[in-house]
């Protein structure tokens, strides 16, 4: 048995999970950490490197790494993939003119990452809050379409596609619960 497996047995039986929060600068990223956290959201500044908080969820311990989106950043990503379980991607839904820019990104820096097959993905469609209902489920199937998800990830129970809001908390305990009931 090597290094790695018995590291991941005592992480299972820890109920930790390391989640990497990923997505393009200014998507919503710490916005929504800090609304797991139950913290002040009134004054985010753009992460310059990384941050790390610790969600307790029904018994589990989720070490959400949230890491800075802006293109300077995005080529050290890679330094944070090691022992990750599961990857959220974060899509501003304010700045679909970008995501093409994202879908690019996801790809080539996540998908396509020997050290990632396996993992878990969870896409957040952020700031829902600020869009018109009736809007919701285009931007969603035009968000799935860019991505792409089925023949990037043919594997249905290796990821999932959410509408939330960093800022009301809509959605966010969707994602806590699909999280926690993965099979690790």
Known sequence: MGLLSIIKKQKIKDKEIRILML???????TTITKKLLNQDISTISPTLGFQINTINYNDFNLNVWDIGGQTSLRTFWGNYFDQTDIVIWVIDC?????LNESYQELREKVILQDRLIGIYLVILINKIDLLDPELHEDICEQVANTL????????KDKWTIQMVSGKSGEGLPNILDWIVTREY
Do not use: A, M, V
């Open 23 to 29: 997505g393009l600068d200014n998507s919503g990223k």
């Open 94 to 98: 304010l700045s679909l003119e970008r």
């Open 148 to 155: 792409d998800l089925p023949s990037q990830i043919p594997q």
